[in-house]
């Protein structure tokens, strides 16, 4: 009999090893597969943020280019020939607040007559853009909307490749009826681009074309086979007209992910049992712990979502709630603090009154940051207000006692308790705050008036 049970008993050991092996490969599987497609959303999410910064840098540096001129458009409108005259302060003043503005020219009757600066663009000067058929049409795009037209990028005739923002002028403001000429302003084109940071860009490829009424416009950047099947896709809204930027995610980093996962699931078959059990274990309480709330990143004190998420619980376990006293605690005089030694100064007390108030609760007890300098703590099994008001004298006296010393200087915590005691009875987690917030408010009186 003994025997037998000895031979059941070492079946049930095999089968189970087996089982506990088998269950371990597909734990493995699923770790590795979860495993690439973590890191692949997050570098694809890094990659979609650094679109969205270059698409607003480049919105950001043509509308501010563009409209830096703006005033040189209403001088021009309102006084040509002044204009003229004080040409050349009018156009260093503007060259000089502008980032990537190659010139800026006049043009009546639209041949340039005045160009800022003059060196290196003696060749557009006396330009009859009716003879240039590709800037010309840009020209008569800004005088029929009557307003900014941004144009390119063109081949200028100076050489290189610019955007041009066309300023139609009207001589009759504004009525907008007799065209008079035009103000040009000339942006480099590649500096911009570069500077946008999307020539040195990292994990996609990216293209930019216009957008016609049609919706198809002409690719100026990148490949026309990336707009077939973007991942993602921005309009690039300038003033009277948009670009679209399309990008498709590059594999390079991401198909290094995967043989990651091909060597992970090739040397599972040698791992031993207590790295498929560590493995486990550190799976699953990363699980659980991405399941839990947050915690503060300055005290590593859990959250307020934490602290709502437990007070819920606690107050829905029918017949079995448990009773707890909740204390509001909130430091006094800590804006003072900041104003007067600095917010470093103010950190590192939070950090101290923190730490005090979690050595000075018990392992059943809960202590969060809720905000600012307001910290919840839940005391477990306090029936009573007595029990509720020593506990919280304690807790007072003990954070009150310990001063934090920062650059030689000694700064007290003071501290204003507010509490609540829940015994089951009918109410919510929102009334719970309210009566502990309330209760705090009572002791912040009574301490401003033994201070004033």
Excluded: C
Excluded at 40 to 66: M, Y
Excluded at 285 to 312: G, M, V, W
């Amino acid at each position: 009999m003994l025997l037998e049970l000895q031979k059941k008993a070492n079946l049930v050991f095999v089968l189970s090893s087996l089982l506990f092996f088998a269950i371990a490969i597909v734990l493995t599987q699923i770790a590795s597969s979860y495993l690439v497609a973590r890191e692949t959303e997050k570098v694809e999410a890094v990659v979609a943020r650094n679109l969205v910064l270059i698409r607003s840098k480049i919105e950001g540096t043509i509308f501010q280019d563009a409209y830096l001129a703006d005033s040189l458009a209403t001088v021009v409108t309102i006084d040509p020939a002044l204009a003229i005259i004080h040409w050349e302060s009018i156009a260093a003043k503007l060259m000089s607040k502008a980032s990537f503005v190659r010139n800026i020219g006049i043009a009546p009757n639209d041949v340039i007559s005045m160009i800022y600066p003059i060196e290196g663009n003696e060749a557009a000067l006396e330009l009859d853009f009716r003879t240039r058929p590709e800037q010309y049409k840009s020209i008569l795009k800004a005088k029929e909307l009557k307003q900014v037209y941004i144009a390119g990028p063109l081949t200028l005739v100076q050489g290189g490749l610019g955007l041009i923002a066309r300023y139609p002028i009207f001589s009759d403001y504004p009525l907008n009826e007799h065209y008079w000429g035009g103000v040009s302003v000339v942006m480099d084109y590649d500096a911009m681009i570069e500077d946008s940071g999307l020539v040195d860009f990292g994990g996609a490829t990216i293209a930019l074309r216009t957008q016609s009424s049609d919706g198809v416009g002409e690719v100026f950047y990148g490949s026309a086979a990336i707009f077939d099947n973007p991942d993602i896709e921005h309009t690039i809204r300038l003033p009277s007209d948009s670009w679209l930027l399309a990008a498709k995610f590059t594999v390079g980093e991401l198909q290094h992910i995967r043989e990651i996962r091909t060597a992970t699931m090739s040397i599972s078959a040698f791992v031993t049992l207590l790295v498929y059990l560590m493995l486990f274990l550190h799976f699953r309480n990363y699980k659980q712990l991405h399941k839990a709330s947050l915690f503060d990143e300055l005290t590593q004190l859990p959250n307020r979502r934490f602290i709502i998420n437990l007070l819920n619980e606690l107050t829905s376990k029918g017949l079995s709630k448990p009773s707890f006293a909740l204390l509001n605690i909130d430091l006094n005089d800590f804006k003072q603090v900041n104003d007067d030694i600095g917010h470093e100064a103010g950190d590192e007390l939070l950090k101290h009154v923190s730490m005090l108030l979690s050595d000075n609760i018990r392992a059943s007890d809960s202590v969060a940051r809720f905000g600012g300098d307001e910290f919840i703590v839940i005391l477990r099994d306090v029936p009573d207000d007595e029990g509720a008001a020593l506990k919280v004298s304690q807790m007072k006296r003990a954070v009150e006692s310990q001063p934090l010393i920062w650059d030689e200087r000694v700064i007290n915590p003071s501290l204003s308790i507010g509490y609540t005691v829940y015994r089951g009875q009918v109410t919510n987690v929102k009334q719970l705050l309210s009566e502990a917030d309330k209760s705090m408010y009572l002791q912040k009186k009574v301490y401003r008036e033994q201070v004033a």
